[in-house]
């Protein structure tokens, strides 16, 4: 103990190492470091050891005191540091080294967040933060960007789809289990709701039996009391996970079969003209998924066009459904004075057709898939000690390891969409390889481009849709936390043009996927980024569709499939081919037996659970920048202002829309 007290007394700095938490991080290898300060005079080389104590274990934080040389300054510029190969295990991956200047008290931190190679002398500079023409030790950056290039290698695993990674690194994998161990958490709940009687069911008996599952199981989704109702029919065109189809209609579409007198009873005694002319009608036309194959032969998947009417109570209601493209005698569009059964049958065909397009495109495709593609991308081009990378980076947190789990589990042959969705995963690839083609960052991937491609991004147009209303909030607070960090780092326009490695990053993100690139389209200045506000645009649309896209349409998934006849994924039999009445019994024949609605509720209760931190709030630091921490800072107030306003406008809804509270919304796709 009086040595080490000696020690202490004797130390100027004192060397703070945190080993991180991946699988195997932690080394026996032997460790040196030197310090350089600002006029560059280094230290001796100090063997960072502590006797009777086992050094650098996974999670750890280690420290160890050194006293400097006289003619050493205050102030330390960068640190060079190495291991050797001694030990059983010898592999090493820091997250960073913090010295404190016993003295003044101030603290120097040198992110690293790398694997240590042996013998290979790293050098950090103080904040490891700057653009590639001015790094003072450029041959290091290239070597480790070299490595990441053969880790990270691009691929196309759905023929026609987007670019993802081609095998998962070790440095992605969940370094512990995970939450979202799907098929362990999914028997788990299973053995615990009481419902593995359902295992073995057949056809639901009544809609009243099917309601009562829900009291044992994981709480009633939102549909089980709401399905029929046609408010909560428009409620989810606007509201719920699949919010971004709908559009303002401006003239009556050619292709649907019905005369003005046939809707007017709907209109609540303005014509349609009238009604186009107030800016009350609107128009969903799932016409993508036309010709989209289907798992087995005596599957149907509708391609239905709608009509909705923003009614005199400001309330959103269907009016018009033809469940096909094209006009024909055996496609009749259903209104709402139809039979009973018969117009609750058409809602659910037309569910069946836009729960087909949401798990495919707006959830699997426009936000996972897409942003793997940027995520390999980014970590092939710019060096973690970029500042672009710093900013991107808590943002692709599990992204690639929930990608591979779940397209190993969910999407794989046999899988669960194979089992519980219509399309099942051929027509639902094939709905990817569509999609891709027409997605474009510059209008879907910005949401007020793609509200005024819409004819919604006036607030005043559509009352009550929520998710424009509380989106367009976090874009524009992601747009002002990004226009600040990008100013800060590219202050001058020749800095953008002079850093090659934005400037690959942008080539490879825009290069089409047979020649080996992430082939997304409508990159501002197709990824030759010549302004500010061409990075700004990039970045805030991949923040924002890791974060607030995905959130919107991945949380809701409960409360939408669990219960089939509100958001049916397959239905069994024939769409309605004219407007006879139909029965609850038909409906009960269509729907999937006991045992795909329990896979379907296990499977979205565990899809609709957080995991990660709110948005803001990283679970890893990689900005110590002093300027850009307060940029950060900022960031964060900003979004506990929206996070009050939100809280305050569901006050007034019915039902509130929690999905896009900035408590609720994590930083990244990971589940």
Same mark, same amino acid.
């Given at each position: !103990?009086?040595?080490?007290?000696?020690s202490?007394?004797?130390?100027?700095?004192?060397?703070y190492?945190?080993?991180?938490?991946?699988?195997?991080?932690?080394?026996?290898?032997?460790?040196q470091? /030197?310090?350089?300060?600002?006029?560059?005079n280094?230290?001796?080389? @100090?063997?960072?050891d502590k006797?009777?104590r086992n050094?650098?274990e996974?999670?750890?934080?280690?420290?160890?005191?050194v006293k400097k040389?006289?003619?050493?300054?205050?102030?330390i510029?960068?640190?060079?540091? &190495?291991?050797d +190969?001694a030990?059983?295990a010898?592999?090493w991956?820091v997250?960073k080294?913090?010295?404190?200047n016993?003295k003044?008290?101030?603290t120097?931190?040198?992110?690293?967040?790398?694997?240590i190679?042996a013998d290979y002398?790293y050098?950090?500079?103080?904040?490891?933060?700057?653009?590639?023409q001015l790094?003072p030790?450029p041959?290091?950056r290239l070597m480790?960007?070299n490595?990441k290039?053969?880790t #990270?290698q691009i691929?196309?695993?759905?023929k026609?789809?987007?670019?993802?990674v081609?095998?998962?690194p070790?440095?992605?994998q969940?370094s512990?289990d995970?939450?979202?161990?799907i098929?362990k958490?999914?028997?788990?709940?299973?053995?615990t709701s009481?419902l593995h009687m359902l295992?073995n069911?057949?056809? &639901?008996?009544?809609?009243f039996?099917?309601?009562?599952?829900?009291?044992?199981? *994981?709480?009633?989704p939102?549909g089980v009391?709401?399905?029929?109702?046609?408010i909560?029919?428009?409620?989810?065109?606007i509201s719920?996970m699949?919010h971004?189809?709908?559009?303002?209609?401006?003239? !009556?579409?050619h292709?649907?079969?019905?005369?003005e007198d046939e809707?007017?009873?709907?209109l609540?005694?303005?014509?349609?003209q009238q009604v186009?002319?107030? +800016?009350?009608?609107?128009?969903i036309d799932?016409?993508? /998924?036309k010709?989209?194959?289907?798992?087995?032969p005596e599957?149907?998947?509708?391609?239905?066009i709608?009509?909705?009417?923003?009614?005199?109570k400001?309330?959103?209601?269907?009016?018009?459904?033809?469940?096909?493209q094209e006009?024909r005698?055996?496609n009749?569009v @259903?209104?709402?004075?139809?039979?009973p059964?018969?117009?609750? !049958?058409?809602?659910?065909?037309?569910?069946l057709a836009?729960?087909?397009?949401h798990?495919?495109?707006?959830?699997?495709?426009?936000?996972?898939?897409?942003m793997?593609?940027?995520?390999?991308?980014?970590h092939?081009?710019?060096?973690q000690?970029?500042p672009i990378f710093?900013?991107l980076a808590?943002?692709?947190?599990y992204?690639?390891?929930i990608?591979t789990?779940?397209?190993?589990?969910l999407?794989?042959? +046999?899988g669960?969409v194979?089992k519980?969705?219509?399309?099942?995963?051929?027509?639902m *690839?094939s709905?990817?390889?569509?999609?891709i083609?027409?997605?474009r !960052?510059?209008?879907?991937?910005?949401l007020?481009?793609?509200?005024?491609?819409?004819g919604l991004l006036?607030t005043?147009?559509l009352?009550?849709?929520?998710?424009?209303d509380?989106a367009l909030?976090?874009y524009?607070a992601i747009?002002?936390y990004?226009?600040? #960090?990008?100013?800060l780092?590219?202050?001058?326009?020749?800095?953008?043009?002079?850093?090659w490695?934005i400037?690959? &990053?942008?080539?490879?993100?825009?290069?089409?996927?047979e020649k080996?690139?992430?082939g997304?389209l409508?990159?501002?200045?197709n990824?030759?980024?010549a302004?500010?506000e061409?990075?700004t645009?990039?970045?805030?649309? /991949?923040? #924002?569709?890791?974060?607030?896209?995905h959130?919107?349409?991945?949380?809701?998934?409960?409360d939408?499939?669990?219960?089939?006849p509100?958001?049916?994924?397959?239905?069994?039999?024939t769409p309605p081919?004219?407007?006879?009445?139909?029965?609850?019994?038909?409906?009960?024949?269509?729907l999937?037996?006991?045992?795909?609605t329990?896979?379907?509720m296990?499977?979205?209760?565990?899809?609709?659970?957080r995991g990660?931190?709110?948005?803001g709030?990283f679970?890893?630091?990689?900005?110590?920048?002093?300027?850009?921490?307060n940029?950060?800072n900022?960031?964060?107030?900003e979004?506990?202002?929206i996070?009050?306003?939100i809280k305050?406008?569901?006050k007034?809804?019915e039902p509130?829309?929690?999905?896009?509270d900035?408590?609720f919304?994590p930083n990244s796709i990971?589940?």
């Open positions: !103990m009086g040595d080490c007290v000696s202490f007394e004797k130390a100027n700095f004192m060397i190492v945190k080993t991180g938490d991946r699988l195997n991080s932690g080394t026996d290898a032997n460790v470091i /030197i310090l350089q300060d600002y006029s560059e280094k230290t001796e080389e @100090f063997v960072l006797f009777f050094d650098f996974k999670g750890n934080i280690d420290a160890f005191p040389p006289s003619h050493f300054g205050n102030e510029a960068e640190i060079e540091f &190495w291991r +190969n030990g059983l010898s592999d991956y997250d080294i913090c010295i404190e016993m003044t008290n101030d120097y931190v040198f992110p690293v967040f790398r694997w190679k002398h050098i950090i500079r103080h904040l490891d933060t700057s653009l590639p790094d030790h041959e290091q480790e960007l490595d290039r053969q #990270y691929t196309e695993k759905i026609g789809g987007p670019a993802q081609k095998e998962i070790s440095d992605e969940f512990f995970y939450k979202w161990n098929a958490r999914k028997i788990q709940m299973i053995a009481k295992l069911g057949a056809n &639901w008996e009544s809609l039996d099917l309601t009562n599952v829900y009291s044992d199981a *994981f709480g009633e939102e009391k709401k399905w029929s109702n046609d909560y029919f428009g409620s989810q065109r719920s699949n971004s189809l709908i559009e303002l209609c401006t003239a !009556m579409p292709k649907m079969n019905i005369t809707l007017k009873p709907f609540e005694g303005w014509s349609i186009i002319k107030a +800016n009350r009608l609107f128009i799932l016409k993508d /998924i010709d989209i194959p289907v798992r087995s599957l149907i998947l509708t391609c239905p709608a009509l909705f009417f923003l009614n005199g400001k309330q959103l209601v269907p009016i018009a459904i033809q469940l096909f006009k005698e055996d009749p @259903f209104i709402p004075t139809d039979p059964h018969t117009w609750l !049958m058409a809602k659910m065909w037309y569910n836009d729960a087909s397009y798990q495919s495109l707006t959830h699997l495709a426009f936000t996972h898939l897409l793997e593609g940027v995520c390999v991308v980014t092939r081009q710019l060096s000690s970029h710093k900013l808590p943002h692709f947190l992204l690639i390891a990608n789990r779940g397209l190993d589990l999407v794989a042959p +046999n669960w194979d519980t969705m219509a399309i099942g995963i051929k027509g *690839f709905l990817i390889a569509r999609g083609n027409i997605w !960052m510059d209008t879907h991937g910005t007020p481009e793609d509200l005024k491609r819409r006036n005043n147009i009352p009550g849709y929520h998710f424009r509380d909030l976090l524009q747009k002002n990004v226009s600040k #960090y990008v100013k780092y590219y202050d001058k326009p020749e800095k953008i043009f002079d850093d490695e400037m690959t &990053w942008g080539n490879e993100l825009t290069k089409s996927r080996g690139g992430c997304i409508g990159v501002p200045n990824g030759k980024f302004t500010v061409d990075l645009i990039t970045l805030t649309s /991949i923040i #924002y569709t890791c974060s607030v896209g959130a919107s349409t991945n949380f809701p998934q409960y939408e499939y669990a219960f089939p509100n958001y049916p994924a397959c239905l069994k039999g081919k004219d407007k006879s009445p139909l029965t609850e019994n038909d409906i009960l024949i269509a999937p037996d006991k045992p795909t329990l896979d379907i296990t499977v979205t209760k565990i899809l609709s659970d990660t931190n709110s948005i709030d679970e890893v630091q990689y900005i110590f920048d002093p300027p850009a921490k940029i950060v900022e960031f964060r107030e979004l506990k202002d996070s009050k306003t305050e406008r569901n007034k809804r509130p829309y929690i999905w896009l900035p408590d919304v990971s589940i």
